[in-house]
C-alpha cells in the first residue's frame, strides 16, 4: 500500500470553518506491507523509527505516540460492527516527518485503505478519510478539519482538487503547467507549538460564529459570513478573534480567484493570491515563524518565481513556491544559501509531483 502525502496550493485554516482548500496529492509517500498473522495482535515495526510496537485489536485506550494512530483507526473501523483480526505491519516511507505534509494523514488513510482491502469491509475512500479525521481528535488531540485525510485518499495525477469541506463535493482542477514546478522548502523546524495553537485558532473562530449567530442565526461557520457582515460588528469582536476571522473570510473569497484564475492559466494572478495568503497567516492568524516569513519575502526577490507562501498548519515546516522550470536551479541555491546564511540549517528542498491518492502497490522484487 502507497499513501501520499499532501501538499496545498491555497486555502489554508479554511477546512475546519466548513470552506474550500484546494489540495493535491504529491509522491512522498508512507508504504506498508500487510499481512493477516492469525492471532488478535497487530504488530507494527516502523522501518524510519527503527521502532516497534504492539496491541490488542480489541483494546481501544490511547497511548502515546504514532501507534496512535493505529490504534484509532483500528478502533473506529472496529466500531462499526466490521471484523478485523491481527495483522502484522511494516511501515516505510519519505513524507518528512513534521514539514507540514501530513505523513499522520497519509499514515491514518493509508492502514486503514489497507485493512478496508484486506478484510472486505466496503468503506468508502470518503468514509476512511472521516475515519483518519475522527483518529486525530480523538486519539492525538488534534481538532484538525479533512483536507489531509481527503487529498491523501482522493488525489489524481497532474490534479489539484477543489473541495468544499462542507458538502464535500469535489472538482478536479488539472494542474498543467509544463514550464513551472513546485517546489516546497523545508525550514526544518519543526512545529512543536502546532496542535495546541491548532486548537486555539479553531475555538477562536468558534468564538467568531458564536457572536455573529445572535444577528445572524443561518450562520454557520464562517463559511456563511460575508466580509460586510464580519466589519459591521467589529466593535463587538475582542480584537484577536476578530483578525482570525478576517483572515478566514478572506482566504474561502481568496481560493475561489486563485481557482478561477487557474482555469484561466493565470499563474502570475495565482501566485499573488499565494503571497496575500501568506500575509494573512502571518499577520493576521499568526501561525508563521520567522523562518517562513524569511523564506517568502527572499523568494519574493528572486526572478522566476510566480508565487510562495507557508503551508498547512504552520510554526514550521515547508513554504510552496511555484518556480519557472527555467529558474529552479538559481531559486534552489539562492534561497537555501540565504536561509543557511540567516539561520544556520540547510533547508531541504524537494520538486513535487501531483499524484494519485492511496492504492495498492506490489512489494518491490528481492
Ligand atoms: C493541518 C490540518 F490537519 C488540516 O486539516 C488543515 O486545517 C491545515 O492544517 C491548515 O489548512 O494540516
Known sequence: MAAPGRINFIGEHTDYNKGFVLPAAVDKRIYAAIAKNGTGTINVFAQQLNESSSFSIFDGRRRSGWINY??????????????????????DGDIPVGAGMSSS???????????????????SRMELAFIGQKTEHEFVGVKCGIMDQFASLHGKKGHAIKLDCRSMDYEYVPFDFDDYRIVLINTMVSHSLASTEYNVRRQQCEDGVALLQKYYPDIKSLRDVSYEQLTRHWKEFNATVYDRCTFVVNENQRLLAACDALRHNDLAGFGEMMYATHKGLSKRYEVSCRELDFLVEKAKTIPGVMGARMMGGGFGGCTINIVEQSAVERFGNEIAAAYKKEFAVAPELYDMQLEDGVKIVSAPAG
Not at 483507526?73 to 505491519?89: A, S, W
Not at 494523514?105 to 468503506?123: M, P
Request: hydrophobic share 50%; glycine share 14%; aromatic share 12%.
Open 70 to 91: 493505529l490504534i484509532g483507526v483500528t478502533h473506529f473501523l472496529q466500531q462499526t460492527g466490521d471484523t478485523i483480526e491481527g495483522v502484522d505491519v511494516l511501515i
Open 105 to 123: 494523514a497519509a499514515l491514518c488513510s493509508g492502514y486503514g485503505f489497507a485493512l478496508n482491502e484486506l478484510f472486505g469491509l466496503d468503506f
